[in-house]
């Protein structure tokens, strides 16, 4: 039996370190702050938003919600980033992202101090990465190593195979994995021959945004499967595709007409030793490292080691 690596539960023990590590800050008169800039009326980003400010009080940080209205303008955007650069009490500076399309989105992540640049999106914490030099990364592709560490997933020699190549998940997430000594290959939509790629992999990685596009036969028998996907799907006959005979499954996409696949055909989950599951995987280790990001940049910043 595959055994599933449970994001819930690895996210709840980041959690409680950095609750345990703001406390211990606290006796040195240090409350590690993360601003959240939430654009507009966007639904989603409300409640992601909204979920990070509330894991903030649960935690001890202290956090700031601004909100400017959907017709704010890169200028004004800027200001805004420009004021919280220059603040002491804000740590991490998070932009929530989709903004509306007539602000410039590179310009304004590339404004936020790279020191307070708690999401790692900005291309000076890239280049740390890269250079193996202290860094805030991704928070995703963080968590992705934390999942394979904490779950005891030997990752140095291990052949890891990325499918997917952004700049917030594919790139970085190959990038921590060859720190880890994992022999690295990265694989994107140009890449011939996926499968016979894909069956090298002892970690495969899938962050592509296809519901259920890495299939059984793209899955070398014993491999462990991490699946950053997240998709959405609402025909039924994608469902049948994915979960017939599921019976939990089935109960979700009969009450809310809808439910959740991963990057990776869920059949593919019974010949790894072990994967991340669509919903509760990777998925929480999102916010659990946005977290821990926070509190390593308050320290990075005081030079506390
Ligand atoms: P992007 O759309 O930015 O990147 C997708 C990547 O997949 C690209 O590199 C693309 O290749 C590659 N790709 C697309 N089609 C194929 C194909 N047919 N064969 C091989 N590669 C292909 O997506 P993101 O990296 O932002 O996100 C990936 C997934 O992860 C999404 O489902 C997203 O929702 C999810 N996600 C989950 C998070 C979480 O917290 N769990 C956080 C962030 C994302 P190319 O570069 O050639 O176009």
Do not use: W
Request: proline residues 6%; aromatic residues 4%.
């Amino acid at each position: 039996m595959p055994t599933l690596l449970d994001g819930v539960k690895i996210s709840a023990q980041i959690k409680s370190e950095v609750k345990a590590e703001v406390a211990r800050l606290a006796t040195q008169g240090i409350r590690p702050g993360l601003a959240a800039v939430l654009v507009g009326e966007v639904a989603a980003s409300k409640i992601y938003v909204s979920n990070k400010v509330k894991t903030c009080a649960e935690l001890g940080l202290y956090s700031e919600l601004i909100t400017p209205s959907a017709s704010v303008t890169t200028e004004e955007m800027l200001d805004v980033i420009r004021a919280l650069n220059d603040r002491d009490d804000i740590d991490g500076i998070l932009i929530q992202l989709p903004l509306p399309k007539h602000v410039d989105t590179k310009a304004l992540l590339d404004a936020v101090s790279a020191d307070k640049d708690v999401d790692g999106f900005h291309p000076i914490n890239a280049g740390r990465i890269q250079a193996g030099r202290p860094a805030l990364a991704p928070c995703t592709p963080a968590g992705i190593i934390e999942i394979l560490k904490r779950s005891d997933i030997p990752i140095a020699g291990a052949h890891a195979v990325v499918v997917g190549r952004s700049d917030i998940v594919g790139k970085p997430a190959a990038m921590l994995l060859l720190h880890e000594h994992a022999t690295v290959t990265i694989c994107h939509s140009k890449t011939r021959d996926l499968a016979s790629v894909t069956r090298q992999a002892d970690i495969l990685v899938a962050a592509i945004g296809r519901a259920g596009f890495i299939t059984p036969e793209m899955v070398k028998p014993g491999a462990t499967i991490i699946d950053v996907g997240i998709n959405r799907i609402t025909d039924r006959a994608e469902f049948e595709k994915f979960f017939l005979g599921n019976t939990k499954r089935e109960e979700t996409f009969a009450a809310k007409g809808a439910t959740l696949v991963g990057d990776v055909d869920p059949h593919a989950f019974a010949l790894s030793s072990a994967y991340t599951p669509v919903p509760g995987g990777v998925g929480p280790l999102t916010i659990a490292m946005l977290m821990a990001n926070t509190v390593r940049a308050a320290k990075l910043r005081r030079g506390i080691a």
